[in-house]
């Protein structure tokens, strides 16, 4: 809330990305960006990867959005992004 009260909206979503990433190393927790995950299919895996937009405290993939809404469809992408990370957690 706090990025959203100081830039306000209408921003590219990397802004508010740049803007957490600040907040994440003043507040000194734990994350990696823009964290690479293969995705795999039977026995191969696939030639395009996923790309959490932040893993916190290595558990918590954090899936950034700069929308007006949360559209319906965020849901299940974001659960497959947990699904792929074999993480417990998730938030979008």
Do not use: Q, W
């Not at 937009?53 to 849901?75: G, R, S, T, Y």
């Amino acid at each position: 809330m706090e990025i959203h009260r100081i830039l306000g909206r209408g921003l590219r979503e990397v802004v508010y990305k740049d803007a957490m990433e600040y907040e994440f190393k003043l507040k000194k927790i734990p994350f990696n960006r823009d964290v690479e995950y293969n995705v795999k299919y039977k026995d191969t895996v696939l030639k395009h990867k996923f790309y959490a937009d932040f893993v916190v405290f290595d558990k918590l993939i954090l899936e950034i959005k700069a929308c007006e809404f949360i559209h319906e469809d965020f849901i299940p992408l974001t659960l497959n992004y947990i699904s792929i990370a074999k993480s417990p957690l998730g938030c979008l």
